[in-house]
């Protein structure tokens, strides 16, 4: 689970937008890019090159 401070400062490094943080698959997404950023030890791993489609 990531912090809420942690969540409200993060934003997608493509498009400075919002993301969408999905507890159960521990996952960021962003929905203007359809990129997912994966949360690794709690950490999300914000790095554009790192993102996966969103299917
Ligand atoms: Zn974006």
């Given at each position: 689970?990531?912090?809420?401070?942690?969540?409200?400062?993060?934003?997608?490094?493509?498009?400075?937008?919002?993301?969408?943080?999905?507890p159960d698959d521990n996952e960021l997404r962003c929905n203007a890019c359809k990129l997912v950023y994966a949360v690794k030890d709690d950490i999300p791993v914000m790095l554009i090159e790192e993102a996966r489609p969103l299917s």
């Open positions: 689970m990531l912090d809420q401070k942690l969540l409200d400062v993060l934003a997608c490094p493509k498009c400075k937008g919002e993301l969408d943080y999905r």
